[in-house]
Nanobody, 123 residues
């Protein structure tokens, strides 16, 4: 299995920045895609960003394009989500996920999940 541990969440004011980290361990060699998802109370979990581990190809949800950047550090087996120009509507629990197949936006396609880290953006 793959174990994922997120960190970096917190409370920031609108317009601020946070960088989330997702450290992977276990059978990470079989995971080709890693993504970030978020879920606010009483809302469905939604796709935020994903990266192909091998090619570093990235995709983003429209509302975060130009503000969020997903990247990886291969030596650290870690995926990052740099979040700039944060808005109150970005408030959610952010989780990272991994799958053995290709990059996907559907959360149901991901096999491994972290426990999440809370991001709260105040006005």
């Amino acid at each position: 299995q793959v174990q994922l541990v997120e960190s970096g969440g917190g409370l920031v004011q609108a317009g601020g920045s946070l960088r989330l980290s997702c450290a992977a361990s276990g059978r990470t060699f079989s995971s080709n895609a890693m993504g970030w998802f978020r879920q606010a109370p009483w809302k469905e979990r939604e796709f935020v960003a994903a990266i192909n581990w091998r090619t570093t190809y990235t995709i983003y949800e429209d509302s975060v394009k130009g503000r969020f950047t997903i990247s990886k550090d291969g030596a650290k087996n870690t995926v990052y989500l740099q979040m700039n120009s944060l808005k109150p509507e970005d408030t959610a629990n952010y989780t990272c996920a991994a799958r053995e197949g290709a990059i996907r936006t559907n959360p149901d396609a991901y096999e491994y999940w972290g426990r999440g880290t809370q991001v709260s953006v105040s006005s």
